[in-house]
């Protein structure tokens, strides 16, 4: 079926082959849209490989990458896809031969190591934690994970806003609303910030911020980085340049004089990510740069209900009137009040089950919303919505897979072959492991070949040394012949070499575990999940004897050491198609950088403060480490609670730009902790209550 | 789970359905980990990966203008700094007019995508394509083994599907096309070359065609297993598919070059091909 466009996006698409253009819209306007039809017209006249298309985040580049992947008759080369993280990573690597010296590696000639986020966590906790043992950090109360995570933030919020990092601290001491005792904590982390910077120097450790700048400072000014950017970007989209960093928009502002045409598109009322230092203000700027610019203010999905709520709800966040004569908000709005937390997610669940069943809606045109999704609430929705026969998914990297009961046992079995490693397995634990390996094991049988053929000190005893007949059939032989082939695998192994932890694994699970008459064996779920942890350990292995040096065989009690420190390690589901019928559960950023509108939202405990206050970050703000902060300014309680406010109506717009039918709003009297929140957001719909109640005669939401 | 219509058939995947249909099956259409080992001994095998990367990575970043001396000084390895001088030797002595390296193209056959990620696209003053290929394993792969691989008959394939979009000023013809191999660890008679034709396209085009054919009508479950049992021993899915216990040994290929030039998964040039 052919497209039909607007006037606006026909101007879009239309435009001169040559020209720079920045169109700006609200939400929902068709811009990107209209950007794709306009890549389509450009790849009708130049090879793919001559695009660059430069996105904040991953997932906003979907519909590009959606765009060219399900395009039936594309051939030719291929545009770049980046952002300007894999882009400063893709030319550092690129040259690195020719700035690793200048930019003061010590060691120039190794290659350098890109740190993920994981791997600059457990970095950083070489340089804190020595120094928390000598009693620095005291007064903070945050968990030593978060503190790693904000000093990293900072390094990272120095490189894209472009400031010295050794102004860090200067910068967080004018935040009016830190307690005074904060203050020594913020110079230990300004010394923490720049030990790390210089530990990476000394391994040549690349984290993101040192990738920004050693791009900016060394890479982007060589001759032969601009020779790329003429071959491969010398045609430009650049989308939700609000969301991006001031960094992404300098070099934009480099190269567009230079290119042969861009497209720059702006959400106007979005910048969702302010917190990691998304700057619009700053992305405005590049009006200067382009020879035109387009508006569009038409909106394509008639969405009237939802329209007046959300002009009604605002008018309750900010405290204004509202209208004289407010809509009726119940084919939009469900509000429900629950006592308890299990009780409302159970209550989400039974709503959707019911959405399902009545073909009203599509699971996957569901999403479930929390302002942040710890691993037990994941892990609670997920449960209740299987148990309903409903998928779900969700793109937030997790733990959680170390709890699979499958994971569990492979490293039961991991510290059985390894006695020199001193880590005790307990009855329990091979209980269980057991129960996994040994296809209709019961827990009493189980439990009885725990108690009877195991002890801690000389591990799994044999069965055919049972001297007891009536035990033994107890066991049954059945169970006892599989014992034995366990007990015979692992004594082969014990008689030559250690291997490096994955590869034990690796060879556990294809040489016992998944063979026929093991637990395993086509249990694909179990295969992944194991899978997961294995790619986790061999990633952590080459990290570690790479950068450091550590042999291979020392690297699994290293990660094993990390993991139960809390640190390590998230697996990171590498998903590029999101499945097509489950339900999403996201934190709210999460889902508005999908930049995608679904059918229906459930926002979960709205009042909770996480609405409306950014998360407790007492070393870091992003407020003061912006590029308009001015030296000598100090940052207010007021300031603070305006930001907090605009925050919190920015986000609540951009969900509801996003919901296209129905809004489930579900607040809880008891929240997860125990105690009781009544934050700004649930004030605002008790408000939006009293006024329909007040302007419908009775009638309630 | 049936094939998705957007299926992008690669080198990669392509190879995995002729050695066996059903690892095709488990590992693009069910998108199965199976985690166990492949080969052994496995840090053997990462060590030679790695230093395929890396020749690979110093090749495009020369070939990206980064000057040789810079590039041999930063090397640590001995066995690297031989294949370097090797591929210098061979390309210094090439006149190219234009180079893309490490570069990916896409055609498409009856709507189903097909992706090319090749080491180098070289165009000559003369009008001739080569798509040149890096191998760093120390054999030379036996050339009528080679000519059997699907790369050698996709990526020609690819690039004059997609000569005009790359090169819209030049008229490429399928006599014009040249895949070729270069074996970095011999320092002479270490280029493969296989010329290419329009009879070569036209059979390339019903081979593919016939094969992503064959695959789409394929029903869930009916993808069979390898009648060659030799290769589970080199497969990570040998016990789902009760091929077997151990992971074969590197050392046993020596003896079977025939296996070893065909076996996709243990290519350690094999590039990691991207999403589109
Ligand atoms: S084990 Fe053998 S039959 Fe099974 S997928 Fe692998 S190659 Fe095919």
Same mark, same amino acid.
């Given at each position: ?74 051939? #030719?080369?291929? $545009? ?111 010394? @923490? ?27 982007? $000014? ?15 989209? *650049? ?19 230079? @290119? ?16 990691? #230092? ?45 209208? %004289? ?71 937030? $990297? ?10 569990? @046992?492979?490293? %039961? ?126 990633? *952590? ?58 059918? @229906? ?16 970050? $007492? ?12 030296? #000598? ?63 419908? #005669?009775?009638?309630?939401? | ?17 002729? =050695?066996?249909?059903?690892? !095709? ?19 053997? !095998? ?30 640590? =390895? ?11 030797? !061979? ?16 055609? &498409?056959?009856? +709507?189903?995508?097909? &992706? ?28 009528? /083994?080679?000519?059997?691989?699907? +790369? ?51 059979? /390339? ?30 497969? &990570? ?17 020596? =003896? ?10 243990? =290519?350690?040039?094999? +590039? ?5």
């Amino acid at each position: 079926m052919a497209l039909t466009y607007t006037e606006t996006q026909q101007n879009v698409i239309q435009l001169p082959l040559d020209s720079r253009a920045f169109l700006e819209g609200p939400a929902g306007s068709g811009k990107t849209s209209a950007a794709l039809a306009r890549l389509e017209r450009i790849l009708q006249h130049v090879p793919g490989h001559e695009v660059l298309i430069l996105v904040p985040q991953r997932s906003l580049g979907k519909p590009y990458y959606d765009y060219v992947k399900n395009n039936p008759d594309y051939r #030719g080369s291929l $545009p770049s896809i980046l952002t300007l993280g894999g882009l400063a990573q893709r030319m550092t690597n690129l040259f690195w031969p020719l700035v690793a010296e200048q930019a003061g590696f010590r060691d120039p000639v190794r290659l350098p190591y890109f740190l993920s986020l994981e791997t600059a966590q457990y970095c950083m906790s070489r340089i804190v934690d020595p120094k928390r043992e000598q009693g620095l950090f005291n007064s903070v109360t945050i968990e030593k994970n978060r503190i790693y995570s904000q000093i990293l933030d900072n390094l990272n919020k120095a490189a894209v806003v472009g400031f010295a990092i050794d102004e860090i601290a200067a910068r967080l001491k004018a935040d009016l609303n830190l307690e005074p005792s904060l203050a020594p904590a913020l110079d230990q982390a300004q010394a @923490c910030a720049l030990d790390f910077r210089r530990f990476c120097f000394d391994y040549n450790l690349m984290d993101y911020s040192l990738q920004i700048e050693v791009f900016f400072k060394h890479v982007w $000014p060589l001759p032969h980085c601009r020779k790329y950017f003429e071959t491969f970007y010398p045609h430009v989209f *650049f989308d939700n340049i609000e969301e991006d960093v001031p960094a992404a928009h300098d070099l934009m502002q480099a190269w567009l004089p230079e @290119c042969k045409s861009a497209l720059l598109i702006m959400d106007r009322q979005a910048g969702y990510r302010t917190f990691l #230092g998304a700057d619009p203000s700053n992305a405005e700027a590049l009006k200067s740069v382009c020879d035109r610019q387009i508006i569009a203010q038409d909106t394509f999905k008639s969405l009237t209900g939802m329209v007046d709520f959300q002009i009604a709800l605002t008018s309750c966040i900010r405290h204004e009137p509202s209208a %004289a004569i407010l809509p009726d908000l119940n084919p939009v709005l469900t509000l429900k009040d629950f006592h308890f937390y299990p009780e409302m997610l159970a209550g989400v669940a039974d709503e959707i089950a019911g959405m399902i069943k009545n073909a009203s809606v599509q699971a996957g045109e569901i999403v479930i919303l929390a302002p942040y999704l710890s691993d037990a609430l994941k892990f609670s929705l997920e449960q209740l919505l299987q148990n309903r026969n409903i998928h779900s998914y969700s793109s937030r $990297p997790s733990r959680m897979y170390l709890d699979e009961p499958a994971v569990k @046992c492979v490293l %039961a079995f991991a510290k059985l072959a390894h006695p020199q490693w001193e880590m005790t397995v307990s009855h329990f634990e091979l209980r269980d492991a057991l129960m996994q390996t040994l296809p209709n094991l019961d827990v009493i049988r189980a439990d009885l070949i725990a108690q009877t053929l195991y002890a801690p000190s000389t591990g799994l005893k044999s069965f055919d040394g049972v001297t007891n007949p009536q035990m033994q059939a107890r066991i049954t032989f059945a169970f006892g012949e599989k014992l034995e082939q366990i007990r015979a695998w692992l004594q082969t192994y014990a008689s030559k070499d250690a291997l490096p932890l994955d590869i034990f694994l690796s060879r556990l699970f294809g040489e016992l575990l998944s063979q026929k008459g093991f637990g395993f064996f086509d249990r694909y779920e179990a295969g992944a999940h194991i899978a997961q942890l294995i790619n986790a350990i061999k990633s *952590f292995r080459q990290f570690l004897s790479v950068v450091f040096g550590m042999d291979e065989i020392s690297t699994g009690i290293e990660f094993i050491r990390t993991v139960e420190a809390g640190l390590l390690p998230s697996a990171f589901l590498n998903r590029d198609e999101a499945p097509r019928d489950a339900v999403l559960i996201a934190p709210a950023h999460a889902f508005l950088m999908e930049n995608r509108a679904v059918a @229906c939202q459930f926002w979960l405990d709205i009042g909770s403060l996480g609405w409306w206050e950014r998360l407790n970050q $007492p070393l870091t703000n992003p407020y003061i480490l912006r590029r308009d902060w001015q030296p #000598g300014t100090v940052w207010s309680y007021n300031q603070d609670f305006n930001a907090n406010q605009e925050h919190m109506q920015r986000l609540v717009s951009g969900l509801l730009q996003r919901c296209e039918k129905h809004l489930y709003v579900y607040s809880v009297q008891t929240n997860e902790r125990g105690s009781e929140q009544r934050g700004p957001l649930l004030q605002a719909f008790q408000t939006l209550r009293k006024r329909v109640f007040a302007t419908q #005669g009775g009638k309630d939401v | 789970m049936p094939i998705e219509t957007n299926f992008i058939f690669s080198a990669n995947s392509f190879q995995d359905y002729l =050695d066996c249909p059903r690892r !095709f099956e488990l590992k693009y259409l069910l998108k199965q980990n199976w985690p166990a080992e492949e080969s052994e001994p496995v840090l053997e !095998f990462e060590h030679n990966a790695e230093l395929g990367n890396r020749f690979h990575r110093m090749v495009h970043q020369y070939l990206n203008g980064v000057p040789q001396e810079i590039l041999l000084a930063s090397i640590q =390895d001995a066995a690297l700094h031989e294949w370097f001088a090797n591929f210098h030797a !061979f390309y210094s002595s090439r006149k190219f007019v234009q180079i893309f390296s490490e570069f990916s193209l896409r055609a &498409v056959i009856n +709507q189903s995508p097909l &992706v090319a990620v090749c080491d180098l696209i070289a165009l000559t003053a003369d009008g001739n394509l080569w798509i040149l290929d890096w191998k760093t394993s120390a054999k030379k792969t036996r050339r009528e /083994n080679l000519n059997d691989r699907i +790369q050698s008959i996709l990526y020609p394939f690819i690039a004059l599907e997609c000569a005009d979009r790359i090169f819209p000023d030049i008229r490429l013809q399928a006599e014009n096309i040249h895949m070729a191999y270069l074996f970095v660890q011999h320092p002479a008679d270490n280029l493969l070359t296989f010329d290419y034709s329009p009879d070569s396209h036209q059979q /390339n085009r019903a081979f593919l065609t016939a094969t992503i054919g064959e695959i789409l009508s394929k029903e869930p479950g009916t993808f069979e297993c390898t009648a060659e049992a030799r290769r589970c021993r080199f497969c &990570v899915y040998r016990s789902l598919c009760e091929r077997g216990i151990t992971a074969g040994n590197l050392a046993e290929l020596e =003896d079977a070059s025939d296996l070893q030039d065909t076996l996709s998964n243990l =290519d350690f040039d094999a +590039q990691e091909e991207i999403a589109f």
